[in-house]
T-cell receptor, first 115, second 114 residues
């Protein structure tokens, strides 16, 4: 089954404790991205990756890091989480067809609370 | 720069009546436009997309949307609401030829009253 898998789905942590949210897709998509969803703000892009070893900042990258060492995985790293990073996070991937804006496939989301 | 505006944060309809969720966009290039639906505690699912083919786009679950370039709009409609349509809906824009920039609207919560 084609899917994007995020872990953990729920996490409560404390300020300053490094954490990683994993994302894996099994569709051989080149493009992957991370979003955060906050009430009244919709989804905002944090980082995206066009391919292995190619990443770039989205609209709200501060406080986050990413890496893309393998095509299927795109982890989101919070080196020193703060309460303003409490949010619902989504990973997504997309078909690699050149010139075509194909649909994004989303994971189920990871709800993060930073105390 | 591109942007997308969803004109209503909440819409309430009675079951069996029409649904209209409004979306306006701005884009410096030819846009691709999407509607996604998010049911509670779920990820986002594609409803339909416009990518410069037919201006009237049909999607899943009886939804459709019409691309109107002159009005820079991409409103989502459904003739008859069902209880299962209660969810949050997002209008999304990206521009043709490059897929690194995807902009989401702030969402419209649809309530369906029995």
């Amino acid at each position: 089954e084609a899917q994007v898998t995020q872990n953990p789905r729920y996490l409560i942590t404390v300020t300053g404790k490094k954490l990683t949210v994993t994302c894996s897709q099994n569709m051989n998509h080149e493009y992957m991205s991370w979003y955060r969803q906050d009430p009244g703000l919709g989804l905002r892009q944090i980082y995206y990756s066009m391919n292995v070893e190619v990443t770039d900042k989205g609209d709200v990258p501060e406080g986050y890091k990413v890496s893309r060492k393998e095509k299927r995985n795109f982890p989101l790293i919070l080196e020193s989480p703060s309460p303003n990073q409490t949010s619902l996070y989504f990973c997504a991937s997309r078909r690699p067809l050149a010139g075509d804006n194909g649909e994004l496939f989303f994971g189920e989301g990871s709800r993060l609370t930073v105390l | 720069a591109q942007s997308v505006t969803q004109l209503d944060s909440h819409v309430s309809v009675s079951e069996g009546t029409p649904v209209l969720l409004r979306c306006n966009y701005s884009s410096s290039y030819s846009p691709s436009l999407f509607w996604y639906v998010q049911h509670p505690n779920k990820g986002l699912q594609l409803l339909l997309k416009y990518t410069s083919a037919a201006t009237l786009v049909k999607g899943i679950n009886g939804f459709e949307a019409e691309f109107k370039k002159s009005e820079t709009s991409f409103h989502l409609t459904k003739p008859s609401a069902h209880m299962s349509d209660a969810a949050e809906y997002f209008c999304v824009v990206s521009f043709s030829g490059g897929y690194q920039k995807v902009t989401f609207g702030t969402g419209t919560k649809l309530q369906v009253i029995p």
